[in-house]
Nanobody
Framework: VQLQASGGGLVQAGGSLRLSCAAS????????MNWFRQAPGKEREFVAS????????YYADSVKGRFTTSRDNGKNTVYLQMNSLKPEDTAVYFC????????????????????WGKGTQVTVSS
């Protein structure tokens, strides 16, 4: 599975952005998809996850209620809608896939990811 995130940019605090992650490969619909982010000088952290069917999602507390992840298996694409953005959301955002038919807290870690896309920069100005 090859992944490519896009949609980042510069936005004012309180604004919105939608990130997309396009996947190549026939097995996209069998993978849970995840979003991580890495701010300058900080470790990469988990943001959101969506199960392979899209029926289940999970979010980090820091983004819960503001971010929504969704997917379109017909288009091999996963999305991250980010609303009410804050300066502390500034980071490079990455999409990642773990292992087929695997979804759960224990899998939402850096070590639990098998495939990573190149990141997209999100900058939120105050």
């Amino acid at each position: 599975v090859q992944l490519q995130a896009s949609g980042g940019g510069l936005v004012q605090a309180g604004g919105s952005l939608r990130l997309s992650c396009a996947a190549s490969g026939r097995a996209f619909s069998s993978y849970s998809m995840n979003w991580f982010r890495q701010a300058p000088g900080k470790e990469r952290e988990f943001v959101a996850s969506i199960s392979w069917s899209g029926s289940r999602t999970y979010y980090a507390d820091s983004v819960k209620g503001r971010f929504t992840t969704s997917r379109d298996n017909g288009k091999n694409t996963v999305y991250l809608q980010m609303n009410s953005l804050k300066p502390e959301d500034t980071a490079v955002y990455f999409c990642a896939a773990g292992y087929p038919y695997s979804f759960g807290l224990a899998t939402m870690t850096l070590d639990g990811m098998n495939y990573w896309g190149k990141g997209t920069q999100v900058t939120v100005s105050s």
